[in-house]
């Protein structure tokens, strides 16, 4: 199978790169699942039913999140429907939402990072928990683990290396050069990277966000303008052994 992961889409500019981009990589590698965050694709901050609309209408099957899922408040009714939007598997229990969704043949989950992004119940439980009620039958498993500290992630991939297909880090927007696939068979990524505005501060207008550097003060940010950049993954994953057999980095600028 040939899965591919887009990295955090920002904005309409970012929404605008996946339709201009997303075909051609269909048509170039054969995609068996598309998978995009978008927990920043309306406004730069949040996701809308509208904004997951057009994303799926570009090709994409499964939208993974993060802390800024809430940010919209009107998705929290959209996140039990049928809409192919999941939110992270480890959210205190009674959230509206998924963390979890299989499409294709593909189990994709979504996990939320603790340390320097927030207070959220133990992602390696609430994993050790899902893959346990899981069981066996389920082959091919990816997991956006949505996450600051590159040592979180790492440590994250270690444990589940061999007991899922991928685990593909988000969040913090900037592409990492660590994309290999560990010893039992997991490819790995400490994060995706970004899809959105090139000349910004990770989708934001750049002066805006220096501006607060210097100051100290708050500031109203907006998403940059301006050509786009598309980060993403391709994952080649042995649908019989779940164990993945290729990983490369894409991208691509407008």
Not at 90 to 110: Q, S, T
Not at 137 to 153: L, N, P, Q
Not at 178 to 207: F, H, K
Request: glycine fraction near 12%; charge should be negative.
């Amino acid at each position: 199978m040939h899965i591919l992961m887009i990295g955090d889409v920002v904005g309409r500019p970012g929404r605008r790169a996946v339709e201009r981009f997303l075909p051609g990589l269909c048509h170039d590698y054969n995609l068996d699942l598309i998978i995009a965050n978008g927990e920043n694709s309306a406004g730069g901050i949040g996701i809308t039913a509208d904004t997951a609309r057009e994303l799926c209408a570009c090709g994409v099957d499964v939208i993974t999140t993060g802390n800024h899922v809430w940010a919209k408040k009107e998705i929290a009714e959209h996140l039990d429907g049928e809409l192919p939007i999941i939110r992270p598997l480890n959210f205190p229990p009674g959230l509206p939402g998924r963390g979890y969704l299989e499409k294709k043949g593909v189990v994709v989950v979504n996990l939320i990072g603790r340390v320097f992004i927030g207070q959220y119940d133990c992602p390696f439980r609430a994993i050790d928990c899902f893959l346990d009620e899981l069981g066996t039958d389920s082959k091919v498993i990816i997991v956006d683990f949505h996450a600051e500290a590159t040592s979180e992630k790492v440590a994250m991939g270690k444990y589940l290396d061999g007991r899922v297909s991928a685990i593909l880090g988000t969040h913090t927007h900037v592409p990492t050069a660590d994309c290999y696939i560990m010893p039992r068979g997991t490819a790995y990524a400490s994060d995706v990277g970004m899809v959105g505005p090139l000349e910004s501060v990770i989708g934001v207008d750049a002066q805006s966000a220096i501006r607060s550097f210097l100051t100290g003060m708050p500031h109203r940010f907006f998403v940059s303008e301006g050509p786009a950049m598309f980060d993403g993954i391709m994952v080649d994953v042995d649908a019989a052994t779940g164990r993945a057999t290729g990983i490369k980095r894409i991208h691509l600028e407008e």
